[in-house]
């Protein structure tokens, strides 16, 4: 094969733990009789509040085909790469098993929303049920050095409390706000999506939306933007680059020969799985030729209507859901392809690239 996939999982082959049904027919034509891969895949998800093996495993149960751990990309998995932030303390945001995920990654000492509440317990008063009745609070010897936000979390008030009291005391929550301090310490953001699909028949709001409500609350307070080190997940050049790192590795590890030249990158997102085709001459920098987007109508997309002859003129007007840092160009939200549903793209990849499994 001289060409691989990028798949989105919400919205492409599930819909909250429901499997849209297309997927399984999909992916038994990607595979040979042992059920190994006929084409490098990789799954690209915004997703980060779980380590990749039990993401990985959660898939090969869903779709009947053995998948490993290297064909999956959380929106976390770049962190691998700041190497010079593993050794300090980190204070993470999220859900999930966020300690196990951070040390997964190479973080030395994560520290959670949770457990700096419990150091300071007099930073978190909103809910009235959870203030703390003996007004003391214990002595945190560490220096918070960055911020990392894996995902929504579930109090929301909570982490926008605490973190902004990180930012605004340099990292020395419990310290009166310094404003001269700024630029604040570095914050780190994985999985900028406004909003995702699961079972409810409208989307949901994403840690996107968490996003923009710490921005806003930062600049109202301080007059000035909240600055990111670096954003991660779709649609972020870094992420990219690194799923096609791992489609690369795939390819050579299976000793095929033949470059790959075209990725296919099959979302239900304008905003995030589209848009990753402006990155194209990055990409070509490397190894491959082209990225060329499929929007599938099973999720955030076109929900519930039939697939539409032209979209440009519906794209142009569109109000923009992506992240504050990243223009926006109506053009980069122009798919090379619209199809119903996964299976449909497998095909319409097969018949374009001429490949008989």
């Not at 990309?73 to 010079?84: A, E, Q, V």
């Not at 953001?189 to 923009?212: I, K, Y």
Request: with cysteine; net charge negative; hydrophobic share 40%.
């Amino acid at each position: 094969p001289s060409f691989g996939f990028l798949f989105d999982i919400d919205g492409v082959l599930v819909r909250g733990k429901t499997p849209i049904p297309a997927a399984k027919t999909a992916f038994q034509k990607l595979v040979n009789s042992q059920g190994q891969f006929l084409v490098p895949v990789v799954f690209v998800t915004n997703a980060g509040n779980c380590l990749r093996q039990k993401k990985a495993d959660q898939l090969s149960h869903l779709l009947g085909v053995p998948i490993s751990q290297e064909q999956v990309m959380m929106s976390h998995s770049p962190l691998r790469m700041f190497k010079r932030y593993h050794e300090k303390c980190v204070l993470v945001s999220g859900q999930g098993p966020l300690l196990d995920i951070a040390q997964d990654l190479g973080f030395c000492q994560p520290i959670t929303i949770e457990t700096l509440r419990e150091k300071h317990p007099l930073l978190d008063v909103v809910d009235h049920d959870r203030r703390p009745n003996v007004l003391v609070s214990e002595y945190f010897c560490f220096k918070i050095i960055s911020v990392v936000l894996f995902g929504e979390p579930v109090r929301w008030e909570t982490n926008l409390q605490l973190i902004i009291d990180v930012l605004l005391t340099s990292g020395y929550p419990g310290n009166p706000y310094h404003h001269e301090n700024y630029p604040h310490i570095p914050v780190l953001a994985c999985n900028m999506d406004l909003m995702w699909v699961a079972e409810a028949q409208s989307p949901r709001f994403g840690h996107g939306t968490f996003m923009v409500c710490l921005e806003n609350i930062y600049k109202k307070i301080t007059g000035k933007d909240l600055k990111y080190e670096a954003l991660m997940g779709k649609p972020s050049k870094l992420t990219y680059q690194y799923a096609e790192y791992l489609i690369r590795a795939q390819a050579a590890e299976r000793q095929w020969k033949q470059p790959i030249q075209t990725l296919y990158a099959v979302g239900d997102n304008l905003m995030t799985d589209v848009y990753d085709s402006s990155w194209e001459n990055e990409l070509a920098s490397a190894a491959a030729a082209h990225c060329r987007s499929v929007l599938v109508c099973t999720g955030v997309y076109n929900p519930h209507t039939e697939v539409p002859l032209d979209t440009r003129e519906s794209v142009t007007e569109m109000v923009f859901h992506g992240h504050r840092d990243f223009r926006f160009d109506p053009g980069l939200v122009e798919p090379d392809h619209i199809v119903p549903d996964v299976d449909a793209a497998v095909d319409l990849v097969f018949q374009l690239e001429n490949f008989a499994p």
